[in-house]
């Protein structure tokens, strides 16, 4: 492995969209849940706004790009991105009634398939 970038992200009753540019690099990109309150991060009960708790979250990569210029949508979404050549990559985060956290891994290879 030549290099890794880890990353932490959050989202509170919201959506993001996540997008990571770089030179051309062999890489395996990676994101996942990391922690669901229902209950707020810091005790704070805000997020009890039904009868019965229904909280939400997801994370996960939309499409990516490599140097040819294409663009290649995931569909569905997956949790896992593995390309030769990748420029960027772009994911979409997802936490309803709840704060949710993610992790971000990328790990960059000479090559990843074999090339």
Excluded at 82 to 98: R, S
């Amino acid at each position: 492995m030549d290099s890794q970038l880890v990353g932490h992200v959050w989202a509170q009753d919201h959506s993001k969209s996540l997008h990571f540019t770089f030179p051309p690099a062999s890489a395996i990109a990676q994101i996942s849940l990391s922690t669901i309150w229902e209950t707020g991060p810091f005790g704070a009960d805000h997020y009890d706004k039904f009868p019965v708790r229904i909280s939400n979250a997801l994370a996960q990569w939309s499409s990516y790009t490599t140097t040819d210029g294409k663009t290649n949508y995931l569909s569905p979404p997956v949790p896992e991105v593995i390309a030769n050549e990748l420029t960027e990559v772009q994911a979409f985060f997802w936490a309803d009634n709840c704060y949710a956290s993610a992790i971000v891994n990328m790990f960059f290879w000479p090559s990843v398939w074999g090339q």
